[in-house]
């Protein structure tokens, strides 16, 4: 499965912001979906994902409340609807599949698509 992320911009503490990751390929429903950042100078941390009916969810404890992962396996498309945005957040937002929710938490990734930039400013 190829994946592929947009959405990012440039936005103020407090703000909203939806991520989208389109992909392509087969079997898209079969895959455990995760949002993933990494901030400059700092290691990839983990953000949220979902298991491939949505049935179970994860989400970093730092993001708990204020981000929410979706999918629409009719659309192939995952998404982070994130808000309460603080400057905190700001890094390169990737999507990534893995086989299962201990995989993709476990970060033992199948694909990662491009990532794309979210910039939070105080």
């Known amino acids: 499965v190829q994946l592929q992320a947009s959405g990012g911009g440039l936005v103020q503490a407090g703000d909203s912001l939806r991520l989208s990751c389109a992909a392509s390929?087969?079997?898209?429903?079969?895959?455990?979906l995760g949002w993933f950042r990494q901030a400059p100078g700092k290691e990839r941390e983990r953000v949220a994902a979902?298991?491939?009916?949505?049935?179970?969810?994860y989400y970093t404890d730092s993001v708990k409340g204020r981000f929410t992962i979706s999918r629409d396996n009719a659309k192939n498309a995952v998404y982070l609807q994130m808000s309460a945005l603080k400057p905190a957040d700001t890094a390169v937002y990737y999507c990534?599949?893995?086989?299962?929710?201990?995989?993709?938490?476990?970060?033992?990734?199948?694909?990662w698509g491009q990532g794309t930039q979210v910039t939070v400013s105080s």
């Open positions: 979902i298991a491939y009916d949505g049935g179970n969810t």
């Open positions: 390929g087969r079997s898209f429903s079969s895959y455990t």
């Open positions: 990534a599949a893995g086989g299962t929710m201990s995989a993709v938490t476990g970060g033992r990734l199948i694909s």
